[in-house]
């Protein structure tokens, strides 16, 4: 899923067809359970996994998307309603992460905020890319942000009782009742230079929250030149 999103992306670029997106599918994976080695016996638990949205780059004519999946990438996410009532976790946040897009004469669509809260012991594994290097931007449009994965840890010690861990873009962790894991996804990049963006009306229509599942190259492109 790594491999398959940056080589598209690599492609994409070489043919100036569009700035990069989030270039993975951030995948998070967290259970309970399994083989201990030290008893040599298997403990009944559970495991689940996903993959988190982020934003698609933007193209000569269209704005990219916000919290979709790019490229290779189909999968579905669990309901937020199902997700707690079948795991012992409490879905703090899910929303699109405002800004995070690489601004231009076509925007690149904005990542998600992703913040679960652990309510049992569990071990946590992140595999994520963008998180040094930022999705590009093309034809004088500005880089989107990177994603990054924290995680919120007990620790009497620290201020608030909670310390404050960067993960990284790849890494397992064994959490506590009550810590989280933040995970914030790149955008995607931008195209054309932003100063020649032009707004009928003052109004960004693609801003509108309802525009990433309404929206994708086509409804972008549409919308875009509705409005310029």
Known sequence: MLTSQRI???????????????????????????????????????????TIAGGSGAGEGWNGASGVHTHMTNTRITDAEVFERRY????????????????????????VIRDIEFRIP?????????????????????????????????DEAAEAGVRVINLGGKNTAKMKPG??????TPGGGGWGVPEERVVKGGVERERDPTFAWRGGSVAGRLATQETN
């Open 88 to 111: 012992p976790v409490i879905l703090r946040e899910f929303s699109i992460r405002e800004g995070s897009g690489g601004a231009g004469k076509f925007r690149g669509g904005d990542g």
């Open 179 to 184: 810590e989280r894991i933040i995970i914030n």
């Open 122 to 154: 569990v071990q946590v594994s992140i595999l994520s890319e963008r998180r040094v290097f930022h999705p590009y931007g093309l034809n004088g449009g500005q880089d989107a942000e990177c994603g990054v994965n924290t995680w919120m840890r007990k």
């Open 8 to 50: 598209t992306d690599v492609i994409l670029r070489a043919f100036s067809a569009c700035a990069a997106s989030q270039g993975d599918c951030n995948n998070l994976t967290f259970g309970y359970g399994g083989y201990d080695p030290e008893t040599e016996k298997h403990i009944p638990g559970f495991g689940y996994y996903e």
